[in-house]
């Protein structure tokens, strides 16, 4: 029996000792399910930053829970990752209160956007009094959630290239020249390099067009990672457009490593302006000076030319080419010379020193002839000027008289007038200005000059003189010419000699065969003297007229004498 009441008694102690622990572990586990999840906030949702994450709990007990511990899990390296602290965090929640634990989150590298979920596992120690003893126990829970991270940005760079400066190297652009455009293109990728770099450009309203001989396309082939490339393209500006604001625009193709095609356009304004004038003419050729290196120039003559060229601007004139003509073509190039002359390059500032050889027509008159000197130069973009100039030079012809004919009679007798007849021409493109003939020999000085006049060029003329030769026997009578020109300048003609016989009377008597005069001299041809001439006769009726008027006066002295015998004394004396 004794044994029957121990074994009832042992374990009626044993359900007074359990029961209770039971109880108290059913008693935790309730208080910790009444622990909710208030709320949930994050700092961030960024990928690339440090998420903070702030969970609040809530005790919906009537009595406080100290040193809940918040553990978090869920996490990895792949997603999210805790960060500086790792947990479990401890928070005392008071009764029908809140409380908060706060954690960091690291983003991987490789995660995608969306919602992550993390689970909370709380867990509470609690305390009960168990058959006098103060037993501890454990309860946990779980809650869940979830934090969000945005698509997480792969910054993939795209090549990309762009025109990071240009420059059109003039002042100004005019309509219808050309100029140079310098432009830098950039890589904005430092790590992908481009390759098959292809430029091709239009202009608004044509404004800008390839110069002669360039294209409106440029290779440029490839263009390292972060790199840059300068280059230039030759332009003409438009001649039919107003002054305005036209744009320059940029296609560029390209490809990377991987041969993808990229395109990329850019665009500059440039202006345009309406022509220019002389005073913005770049550059500007002149002629500064010149020389003839002689004090007169005669037609027929060759002589050099000397001429100072200078470049007056501030550009470069290239290709410098200096041509010329004149007027009437009076100054002609020497045989074998052309009438243009190459120079080259005058920098700007500098001057150049060139030499024509010249020479003067023959054929034209006296007087004052332009040589017309065209200048023709480029500047450093291939736009074309010229300088028109013209330099005047004097030409003078050579004057000359000819003496065509010397005419004397047959026969000369000493002191008596005989006739001198001079054939002249003047062959020479000019007019001979105030001709003299002078005359030599044993003649009165009042017989020597003749005073003639002005000479038409191309014409002729005869002049006569009446000659007295003074002393018989053979003479000689020199025959000269002396002009001007019309600028007074003195000029003679070659001496012409005539020689002749002069005789007494009572030789010309004795004879009547005429001897003929000679003439010499040069290229004057021999005087061929008329066969026949009255002027040998003329003695015998200047002796016949002396008869005649002093038988005249004989006769009528002795009418007035026999008169004079007939009259009576008293009429005489009555008178």
């Known amino acids: 029996m004794k044994k029957i009441i121990s074994i009832i008694l042992f374990i009626l102690l044993s359900v007074v000792l359990t029961v209770p622990a039971y109880a108290a572990g059913q008693t935790g586990q309730a208080l910790l399910s009444k622990v909710v999840v208030a709320d949930v906030k994050q700092s961030t949702s960024n990928p690339d930053e440090i998420i903070n994450v702030t969970v609040t709990l809530q005790n919906l007990n009537t009595r406080a829970l100290k040193q809940v ?68 126990y454990t309860v946990s829970d779980t809650r869940s959630i979830s934090v969000f991270v945005d698509e997480k940005i792969v910054d993939v760079q795209t090549p990309k290239i762009i025109v990071s400066s240009y420059n059109i190297g003039v002042e100004r652009v005019y309509i219808g020249r050309n100029f140079e455009l310098t432009f830098t293109l950039q890589n904005t990728s430092d790590s992908i390099a481009l390759t098959n770099t292809m430029l091709s450009f239009s202009s608004q309203a044509n404004a800008y067009t390839p110069a002669a001989g360039a294209s409106n396309q440029l290779y440029i082939g490839d263009i390292a990672a972060g790199g840059s490339y300068t280059g230039k393209i030759n332009l003409k500006a438009n001649n039919a457009l107003p002054t305005g604001i036209y744009s320059l625009n940029f296609s560029l193709q390209y490809q990377d490593a991987e041969h993808n095609d990229y ?94 050889s010249l020479k003067a027509n023959d054929a034209l008159p006296a007087g004052t002839y332009n040589i017309n000197i065209n200048i023709e130069y480029q500047d450093t973009y291939s736009n074309v000027y010229t300088s028109p100039t013209s330099v005047s030079i004097p030409l003078e012809q050579k004057l000359n008289l000819s003496i065509k004919s010397i005419t004397l009679p047959d026969s000369v007798t000493v ?102 005069a000679d003439v010499t001299g040069g290229d004057t041809p021999a005087v061929t003297p008329p066969k026949i001439s009255l002027n040998s006769y003329w003695i015998y009726f200047v002796i016949f007229g002396v008869l005649l008027v002093i038988v005249a006066a004989i006769i009528v002295w002795r009418i007035l004498y026999v008169r004079k015998k007939k009259t009576p004394q008293w009429n005489r004396n009555a008178k």
């Open 415 to 516: 002191n008596t007038k005989a006739l001198l007849n001079v054939g002249y021409e003047n062959p020479s493109n000019s007019d001979l200005i105030n001709l003299v003939m002078t005359l030599t020999g044993d003649i009165p000085e009042g017989e020597k000059t003749v005073s003639i006049g002005n000479v038409k060029a191309g014409s002729s003329g005869n002049v006569d003189r009446y000659i007295t030769p003074r002393r018989t026997g053979t003479q000689e009578i020199t025959v000269s010419f002396t002009f001007e020109d019309a600028s007074g300048n003195t000029y003679s003609a070659p001496k012409r000699t005539v020689t002749l016989e002069v005789r007494d009377i009572a030789d010309v008597m004795a004879t009547s065969s005429p001897k003929p």
């Open 263 to 356: 395109v990329s356009e850019a665009g500059m304004g440039i202006q345009l302006i309406g022509e220019e004038t002389d005073e913005t003419a770049s550059p500007k050729v002149i002629v500064s000076s010149y020389e003839i290196g002689a004090d007169r120039v005669f037609g027929g003559d060759t002589f050099e030319m000397t001429l100072n060229l200078k470049n007056t601007s501030t550009d470069t004139a290239a290709n410098v080419l200096l041509s010329f003509t004149s007027d009437a073509n009076a100054y002609v190039s020497v045989t074998g010379v052309p009438n243009q002359l190459y120079i080259g390059n005058i920098a700007a500032g500098d001057s150049y020193t060139g030499k024509l």
């Open 69 to 136: 511990m918040v553990g978090v899990s869920g996490v990895s390296s792949e997603a999210l990752s805790l960060t500086n602290t790792y947990g479990p965090f401890a928070v005392d929640l008071e009764a029908n209160s809140t409380g908060s634990v706060s954690f960091d989150l690291y983003v991987s590298p490789g995660i995608r956007g969306g919602n992550y979920p993390l689970t909370l596992t709380l867990t509470y120690v609690d305390s009960e009094v168990v058959g006098f003893v103060n037993e501890y």
